[in-house]
């Protein structure tokens, strides 16, 4: 894919991987669109990265909702919807979790993703094209001790990137997900972004 003067919207974009995707998909002349709950920090790494912003919360509906609908509003489509956005609590043997924290880790890590696919898909099935792509982690492939609560949410988010792929194999939308590592930004622009 030819970056120049796409219209990429990225979850979770003010800091971390997401920030440092934002800015080699800008180098790249992408339209670059970050969201986060938080408002500070989105509006400091928007300024630095030259790039759109919009404060969404990615455990509300009606937030993601309003991100689409915004920058649908002012670009008139999404080419590429990357969801990031995602949290870690502490390792604990799972009989330890807190459940108040796993479900706000579920409503972060998994439910953040199914809104953000479900607003990408419509507006990319609109458009009859687009490119979807999650952020998952080398935990959503084997369990490990310590961490039961978070390597649920990314073996959930796992289940859900294969199904929607399925769901769209007929369409010209592509559903991909990364468990990153080393060189996670090479493998994206070369390997993802490249038809």
């Not at 490119?131 to 369990?143: F, K, Y």
Request: charged share 25%.
């Amino acid at each position: 894919m030819e970056l120049k003067d796409k219209i990429i919207v990225i979850t979770g974009g003010s800091q971390g991987f997401g920030k440092s995707l934002a800015g080699a998909l800008k180098k790249e002349g992408a339209n670059i669109i970050i969201s986060s709950h938080e408002k500070e920090n989105l509006e400091l790494s928007a300024k630095e990265l030259y790039t759109d912003s919009f404060i969404a919360d990615v455990t509300s509906t009606e937030d993601v909702e309003k991100l689409a609908e915004y920058v649908i509003q002012k670009y008139g489509k999404i080419d590429v919807w990357v969801n990031n956005a995602g949290i870690q609590i502490a390792p604990s043997l799972a009989e330890e979790v807190n459940i108040e924290k796993l479900h706000y880790l579920f409503d972060v890590n998994f439910f953040g993703y199914f809104y953000g696919c479900q607003v990408a898909l419509t507006q990319m099935k609109k458009q009859n094209s687009g490119v979807i792509l999650n952020i998952n982690s080398t935990a959503g492939l084997d369990g490990k001790p310590g961490i039961s609560a978070y390597s649920s949410s990314k073996f959930a988010l796992k289940g859900l990137t294969e199904s929607i792929r399925k769901e769209a194999k007929d369409l010209n939308i592509q559903v991909y997900e990364v468990f990153p590592g080393e060189c996670k930004l090479i493998f994206i622009r070369k390997n993802i972004l490249k038809t």
